[in-house]
């Protein structure tokens, strides 16, 4: 545990985020749970205290730990609002987490190669140059730790000597965030002396960066070439602020504040660009906000690559929708056009698979799925030799009857129609088939009454049956009995249809008890079962 989160010092606030939920649901009980959430807990304050994070990003973490967890524990037996507390060694942890991350640091001094990007230079007036950066390894992961720095300006991009040096070292060293970002500014902070005039007004200047006692990383970055400002508190007569009237400016977090009402950002011709190595776009938390894209009329929303998730972080497929909806879909497509005609439709699937093939799916049916378990497939739609085929684990045809009673048939009773309506099965009445739990195709929709069952009329089932008439072997023919609603093998052709094996076990206890003092051919009380039929009624 400790081990990760020293890890999470080096992510970024979607990686935090991944992580926390990840872990959170990885918990086995309510114990585990709430000593996670407690040194997660004590992690997020100490980024907090140690200016690792805003406090925007704190409160957002913050609560998305309280979020996660309240969700995990509605699933456990004992949810966390029905059981006490756990005390936690915190100050054992905290102090634990502190030394591993100190251990940390001098690892990545000794180890790891640091690289600068992101840079961003702009010229002053004042002696003073500001310059905000990226710390990252070798690996591409940001650095967080207060890194050495040495800073020179030259008049050349690769050679010659400098015009200017600055050194940021020991307890002046820079301090990047979580992210690895820092600002400072040349010839003021770090003790430094203000860069001569004269260097600033060369007409390029090339930016050279060490790391420690390193070599310069190449080639060195250009200086802007803005006009040198005589007044750089203000463009074209507007203040740097936040009215509505103001510049909109980037703060020492490193967000861009817009405080007007109804912000907005406007390209009126071109295509606008946004860019970055990864974008977040989300609302405040707690402000209940929506993300609208909106293209014009005529205009398409497009994602040419990579997989969407909606609901889960890592998308194994171009489209991967998780959610805990009891009593709504997870999604819900509608065409509302009323044209009735043969390009209307909901949904169109398609394969790029020849139409002879019989493998290929156009829909896989799943269970027992979670977030990280695909679960079992139980029926499919593919194609077949030019066809269709709806393939599933149910083996009957059936539909819903209304019952003559309020009895509730066993599976496996088969039914006729008696002069009081449908109702178990009686010698020399007219069959119609067995009460079924395992259909495929269901014929019509269950109405709202209280004596409706489903009876399979049609396909592989399996039914009720006594040895009244002797044993019961495969290919018998299966009619009615003495018992109502069970099967015994007959040669009449009244059937319900035709034994496709051997029963496999029959038990007297397994009979109605009213009945159990029937006899089969030998003289013994009867024995009951079940066995699977060729559903034939006749």
């Known amino acids: 545990m400790l081990s990760l989160l020293v890890d999470m010092a080096k992510k970024t606030i979607d990686n935090l985020q991944h992580t926390i939920h990840r872990r959170l649901f990885s918990t086995r009980d309510i114990k585990e749970l709430i000593d996670l959430k407690n040194e997660l807990k004590e992690w997020i304050n100490w980024l907090k205290e140690s200016d690792k994070v805003t406090k925007s990003e704190y409160q957002y973490l913050s609560s998305l730990v309280e979020e996660k967890v309240e969700e995990r524990s509605s699933q456990f037996e004992n949810p966390l609002n029905q059981v006490s507390n756990f005390n936690t060694s915190r100050k054992k942890v905290f102090s634990l987490l502190l030394i591993l991350f100190a251990l940390l640091l001098v690892i990545l001094s000794l180890y790891l190669i640091y690289k600068p990007a992101n840079v961003e230079v702009e010229r002053s007036s004042d002696g003073t140059l500001p310059f905000r950066g990226t710390l990252k390894n070798a690996e591409g992961n940001p650095i967080d730790t207060k890194t050495d720095v040495i800073f020179r300006l030259y008049a050349q991009p690769n050679t010659g000597s400098p015009l200017y040096e600055g050194r940021c070292i020991g307890t002046e060293g820079i301090e990047p965030d979580y992210r690895g970002e820092f600002t400072v500014i040349l010839g003021s902070d770090c003790s430094m002396d203000p860069i001569p005039e004269a260097v600033l007004t060369n007409e390029v200047i090339f930016l050279g960066v060490a790391i420690s006692t390193g070599e310069e990383i190449m080639p060195r970055y250009r200086i802007l070439s803005s006009t040198y400002s005589q007044n750089s508190a203000q463009v074209s007569g507007k203040s740097v602020g936040t009215g509505t009237n103001d510049i909109p400016y980037l703060n020492e977090n490193g967000l861009i504040l817009i405080e007007a009402s109804d912000p907005a950002l406007k390209a009126t011709s071109g295509e606008f660009t946004i860019e970055g190595a990864s974008l977040s776009l989300k609302t405040i938390s707690g402000g209940e906000g929506n993300i609208t894209l909106q293209p014009d009329a005529g205009g398409y929303t497009l994602i040419p690559s990579g997989n969407v998730g909606i609901g889960i972080f890592e998308p194994t497929s171009k489209l991967e929708i998780a959610g805990l909806e009891p009593y709504n879909p997870i999604a819900s497509i509608k065409n ?203």
């Open 336 to 538: 509302i056009s009323i044209e009735d005609s043969e390009n209307t439709q909901v949904m169109s699937l398609g394969l790029a698979t020849p139409s002879t093939s019989d493998n290929a799916k156009f829909i896989s049916f799943r269970a027992d799925v979670t977030k990280e378990e695909a679960g079992v497939e139980v029926g499919s739609i593919r194609l077949n030799n030019n066809g269709v085929s709806y393939e599933t684990k149910g083996a009957d045809f059936a539909e819903y009857f209304e019952i003559s009673s309020l009895t509730e048939y066993p599976l496996g009773t088969i039914m006729a129609i008696s002069e009081t309506g449908i109702s178990a099965a009686k010698k020399e009445e007219v069959l119609v088939g067995a009460i079924s739990g395992t259909a495929g195709f269901i014929g019509n929709a269950k109405e709202n009454t209280n004596n409706s069952q489903l009876i399979g009329l049609v396909g592989q089932i399996d039914v009720l049956v006594t040895n009244e008439n002797g044993p019961i072997e495969r290919g018998a023919s299966i009619g009615i009995g003495t018992v109502p609603g069970y099967g015994i093998s007959v040669r009449a052709t009244h059937i319900v249809g035709y034994a496709l094996e051997n029963p496999k076990a029959m038990q007297s206890e397994l009979c109605p008890q009213e009945f159990r003092s029937v006899k089969d051919t030998s003289g013994n009380p009867i024995k009951c079962g079940k066995v699977k039929i060729l559903l034939r009624p006749n």
